[in-house]
């Protein structure tokens, strides 16, 4: 199968904490570009944050086009103890002939 959307996610810390290790509460902005790599309309795209279990969903993107979305997360107990987010996000759409596409992304953020 030919791939249809790229995914790409950038990572910035909003909160900033002057000079101490990130902590609990504190706020980290994913912003996702999703590209449309096909030559045909993908609609009803929807990604899935499976490390934080939040959605966007119903976007519709035009060949050759990239909708940016923006996701906020804040820092739990865990990821503080760990000093790393282990983040998987999976986007999926569904081409004019009703074929469902998926690109998954994952990675970690060392954040001490």
């Known amino acids: 199968m030919t791939k249809m959307l790229n995914l790409i996610r950038i990572t910035t810390f ?9 902590q609990r509460g504190d706020k980290i902005r994913f912003e996702y570009c999703i590209k449309n790599i096909s030559d045909a309309v993908i609609s009803n795209i929807c990604i899935n944050n499976e490390w934080d279990g939040s959605q966007v969903e119903g976007i519709t993107i035009d060949p050759g086009y990239c909708q940016t979305i923006t996701v906020t997360y804040f820092l739990t107990k865990e990821d503080e103890q ?3 987010i282990r983040n998987t996000s999976i986007v999926s759409g ?5 074929e469902i596409i998926t690109e998954t992304l994952t990675g970690l953020n060392i954040i001490n």
Do not use: E, V
């Open 14 to 22: 909003t909160t900033m904490p002057n000079g101490r290790k990130l």
């Open 94 to 98: 569904r081409t004019p002939t009703g």
């Open 82 to 84: 760990t000093g790393i």
